[in-house]
Structures are given as C-alpha cells and as structure tokens.
C-alpha cells in the first residue's frame, strides 16, 4: 500500500497569503495524484487531478505541481472560504489511498 | 446536475451489518464507477471498493475485504454498500462518489452527503 504523509499538519496563513501544501509518497506515483478540499461537515470536494489539471469550476488560484514521489498545491491567494482541510490521494496503485490531511487556518 | 443522495444515519450494534443506499441522478449512471469511502472521526479517507455501475464488476480493498459488499440497482440509479461484523473502529461517515471519467474513475469527482454509522453496544 502506498503511503502518503502530507505536511505540514496545520498551516496558519492570513486571508491573501500564498499557501504551499506538500504530499510525499512512500513510492513513485507517476502523475496519479490528486488534491481535494474538505470543510467541516461536508464531503470531500475534488481540486486538482493528475497533479495539475484543475477539476470543474475550481479557481485558477489552486495549481498543482510534482512528480514520481513529491507533489505540491499552491494556493496563490487565499480567500476566506479556502480555509478547509486538503487530502491528496493516490490512484497509481490499488488501494486508493489518501494522505493525512493540512489544515490551513486562519492566523 | 450531478446528485449523489444517501440513505440516514444508522446505529448498529457490534458484529452487526449495515447496508448503505446511494441514489444517482442528473447523469447516466450506466456509464460511470461509484466509489465508497469511509472516514472516521478527524481521519484520513480510506478507500473500501467500486463498482462499475454499467457491468456491475466490482473491486475491494482488502482491508475491508471479506466484509464489504458492493452492489447496484441500474433501474433505480442506486448503488449499494454493505457492511458486515461491524466493531466500533466501524463508527465513521461513509460516502458514496463517482469515479472521475478522465482518470479511469479512480479519483472522486461527485459525493453524496454522507452516512454516519456509529456502532455502539
């Protein structure tokens, strides 16, 4: 099972500053990585696939970068409403799996 | 538009079953994978199983192998998930989403709601 650790654990940022979350995998992935975003009491919402193809109706300021092991979401930024928890998740390899989670809140 | 709506919340006693509903709509449900997952109180997503709701073939994970069945009804637009000899580790939110088109289904695209199953003697 491939293990994804995300750091840091918790961000704490001001609405307006720029945010860069990590994700590392235990192995290679290829490009099969993907971020989603989750605020309390809802559902998962999916960002970015494929380590930069942004999903539908998701803002230009969220982006994605990586490859093989080490991966990256950028949040140019930040809006009020971006203060969530991130998960990235891996489908190179069967399970899916996701990482731990960032909190980004608010400073 | 795209709507995943789940069954109500449940309590279970141990060693019970649970068997979760998720009903589709706003896209042709024939055409996609439907994805569950559980996430247990401030954890991480695990990934349990899909189903391919065109051809019904299934796959599990094997942490939950052996428990878990996946299932669908085309003419009711609703898959299925059941959980068997439930203990409290059990006691999680689980959700139903579709597999995203351009990534062979195996990211999450759409989510229902959520199903909080607690499991409590």
């Known amino acids: 099972e491939i293990v994804l650790t995300q750091s840091p654990a918790t961000l704490s940022l001001s609405p307006g500053e720029r945010a860069i979350l990590s994700c590392r995998a235990s192995q290679g992935v290829s490009s099969y990585l993907a971020w989603y975003q989750q605020k309390p009491g809802q559902a998962p919402r999916l960002l970015i696939y494929d380590v930069s193809n942004r999903a539908t109706g998701i803002p230009a300021r969220f982006s994605g970068s990586g490859s093989g092991t080490d991966f990256t979401l950028t949040i140019s930024s930040l809006e009020p409403e971006d203060f969530a928890v991130y998960y990235c998740?891996?489908?190179?390899?069967?399970?899916?799996?996701f990482g731990g989670g960032t909190k980004v809140e608010i400073k | 538009q795209v709507q995943l709506v789940q069954s109500g919340s449940e309590v279970k006693k141990p060693g019970a079953s649970v068997k979760v509903s998720c009903e589709a709509s706003?896209?042709?449900?024939?055409?996609?994978?439907i994805h569950w997952v559980r996430q247990a109180p401030g954890q991480r997503p695990e990934s349990m199983g899909w189903?391919?709701?065109?051809?019904?073939?299934?796959k599990y994970s094997q942490h939950f192998q052996g428990r878990v069945t996946i299932s669908r009804d085309t003419s009711a637009t609703t898959a299925y998930m059941e959980l068997s000899s439930l203990t409290s580790e059990d006691t999680a939110i689980f959700y139903c989403a579709r597999g995203h088109s351009s990534t062979n289904g195996n990211n999450f695209d759409s989510w229902g709601q959520g199903t909080l199953v607690t499991v409590s003697s």
């Open positions: 998740q891996q489908r190179s390899i069967w399970p899916l799996t």
């Open positions: 189903i391919n709701a065109g051809n019904g073939n299934t």
């Open positions: 706003g896209y042709t449900f024939t055409n996609y994978v």
